[in-house]
Nanobody
Framework: EVQFVESGGGLVQAGGSLRLSCAFS????????LGWFRQAPGKEREGVSC????????YYPDSVKGRFTISRDNAKNAVYLQMNSLKPEDTAVYYC??????????????????WGQGALVTVSS
């Protein structure tokens, strides 16, 4: 059975930082690329990070590049998202996800396979 356990969301002021954690089971890092996407009310899903299963290459959209960092712990079957210099426009539900591959130019759903329950991140101005 595939499971994701996400944690670390919350309320933070603009300019602050949060770290999201995601522990997963039912598959391994070899099976999928892992990443995070977010969805704000009334908006489409937006991929915010991805880490390749093959070589650990990371990918970010311009909207978060330089502020967000994805990492993984193979021993713990976990993936993390460090978010710095947060902005009010980063407010969304963040989902840990497994993708067929990392493809930052594609819509999230194109390669999305599995995802967690989501963690709410609220950035106040």
């Amino acid at each position: 059975e595939v499971q994701f356990v996400e944690s670390g969301g919350g309320l933070v002021q603009a300019g602050g930082s949060l770290r999201l954690s995601c522990a997963f089971s039912g598959f391994t890092f070899d099976d999928y690329a892992l990443g995070w996407f977010r969805q704000a009310p009334g908006k489409e899903r937006e991929g915010v990070s991805c880490i390749s299963s093959s070589d650990g290459s990371t990918y970010y959209p311009d909207s978060v590049k330089g502020r967000f960092t994805i990492s993984r712990d193979n021993a713990k079957n976990a993936v993390y998202l460090q978010m710095n210099s947060l902005k009010p426009e980063d407010t969304a539900v963040y989902y840990c996800a497994a993708f067929v591959q990392c493809n930052p130019s594609a819509r999230v759903n194109r390669y999305l396979e599995l995802w967690g329950q989501g963690a709410l991140v609220t950035v106040s101005s």
